[in-house]
Nanobody, 128 residues
Framework: QVQLVESGGGLVQAGGSLRLSCVTSGRTFSSYTLGWFRQAPGKERECVAAVRWTAWSGGSLYYADSVKGRFTISRDNTKNTVYLQMNSLKPEDTTVYYC??????????????????WGQGTQVTVSS
């Protein structure tokens, strides 16, 4: 059974940092696209960052404009884990963050639809 389990969310003051982790199990995701999404109440699920790696093309990254320069996504294939380092957090970053995985093409990394596996979400709250 495939599982994605996030951790690392919490409450932080504006300007602070958090690191989210997502451990995958049940299948090797070394060649899959891994992404972090967030969804505020009443809004569509948004891709914050994604990373795709293949043996023949190397690594590809995606970042939403709203987090460029502040967030960094990384993956450790030996641990089946993907991370999201979040620095200079803002109150508008407050929401639930989800980890996702799947055989997602490069052209659609930011689209949530192709991702077949999702975690349960972790709450990030940034106080002003």
């Amino acid at each position: 059974q495939v599982q994605l389990v996030e951790s690392g969310g919490g409450l932080v003051q504006a300007g602070g940092s958090l690191r989210l982790s997502c451990v995958t199990s049940g299948r090797t995701f070394s060649s899959y696209t891994l992404g972090w999404f967030r969804q505020a109440p009443g809004k569509e699920r948004e891709c914050v960052a994604a990373v795709r790696w293949t043996a023949w093309s190397g690594g590809s990254l995606y970042y939403a404009d709203s987090v460029k320069g502040r967030f960094t996504i990384s993956r450790d294939n030996t641990k089946n884990t993907v991370y999201l380092q979040m620095n200079s957090l803002k109150p508008e970053d407050t929401t639930v963050y989800y980890c996702a995985a799947g055989a997602v093409p490069l052209a659609t990394m930011e689209n949530p639809a192709p991702y077949g596996y999702w975690g349960q979400g972790t709450q990030v709250t940034v106080s002003s």
